[in-house]
């Protein structure tokens, strides 16, 4: 039963226009969701979070949303750009015991120059 | 500040094996998370251990077990080795001060092949 789920394994954008990620979850008790992108042969490395008492979060050319009533998270890269082409990983976490993250499958970005 | 490093990079073993894989946590961090990728999944939560005790274990069985050093390093280790055990092992660490997420940084995994 995933918790967590990206149902797009892959996306293509061209240089400069947005790329826009989808990741959808089930699990109510989550309250802090993160975005990780990855590089092959390279750990998954940090992009932005948002918890759940906020509905947007911008850092740079990367946005988060948050729409908890229909448990639904975006990521929105604008512009797109080359080096931005890896693995993405939505992940999520409850505030109870580890904080152990959950995460998606991945969506694939592609950004074509 | 070193990062979190992981070793072996890439290891082979066959089935029936026990496996031992290390990571070194980031300088000033308590906590470590161990996950296992399969090919085409996301990260799935094996444990972690805080102050060199276990602080959550996600849905393994027991012959994967872990031990964290007062040094923070760790250790995951793996007793009975299955085809299915085959994965990219990645450690996480982080600073837990009690209360709040607190962001995990990945090592880059290590690479695990069983024949």
């Known amino acids: 039963d995933q918790q967590v789920k990206q149902n797009s394994p892959s996306l293509s954008v061209q240089e400069g226009r947005i790329s826009i990620l989808n990741c959808d979850y089930t699990?109510?008790?989550?309250?802090?969701f993160l975005w990780y992108k990855k590089y092959p042969a390279e750990g998954p490395t940090f992009l932005i979070s948002?918890?759940?008492?906020?509905d947007k979060n911008e850092d740079g050319r990367f946005t988060v949303f948050l729409n908890k009533s229909a448990k639904h998270l975006s990521l929105h890269i604008v512009p797109s750009q080359p080096g931005d082409s890896a693995v993405y990983f939505c992940?999520?976490?409850?505030?109870?015991?580890?904080?152990?993250?959950?995460f998606g499958k991945g969506t694939k970005l592609s950004v074509i120059p | 500040e070193t990062g979190v490093t992981q070793s072996p990079t890439h290891l082979i073993k066959t089935r029936g094996q026990q496996v031992t894989l290390r990571c070194s946590s980031q300088?000033?961090?308590?906590?470590v998370s161990w996950y296992q990728q399969a090919l085409g999944q996301g990260p799935q939560f094996i444990f972690q251990?805080?102050?060199?005790?276990?602080?959550g274990r996600g849905n393994f069985p027991p012959r994967f077990s872990g031990l964290q050093f007062p040094n923070y390093s760790s250790e995951l280790n793996v007793n009975a080795l299955e085809l299915d055990d085959s994965a990219l092992y990645l450690c996480?660490?982080?600073?837990?001060?009690?209360?709040?997420?607190?962001?995990?940084?990945f090592g880059p995994g290590t690479r695990l092949t069983v024949l």
């Open positions: 948002i918890s759940s008492i906020k």
């Open positions: 699990n109510s008790m989550f309250d802090y």
């Open positions: 300088s000033g961090h308590n906590t």
């Open positions: 251990y805080y102050r060199e005790e276990e602080n």
């Open positions: 996480a660490s982080s600073f837990s001060s009690g209360g709040a997420y607190n962001e995990q940084f």
């Open positions: 992940a999520a976490s409850a505030s109870t015991g580890s904080y152990q993250l959950t």
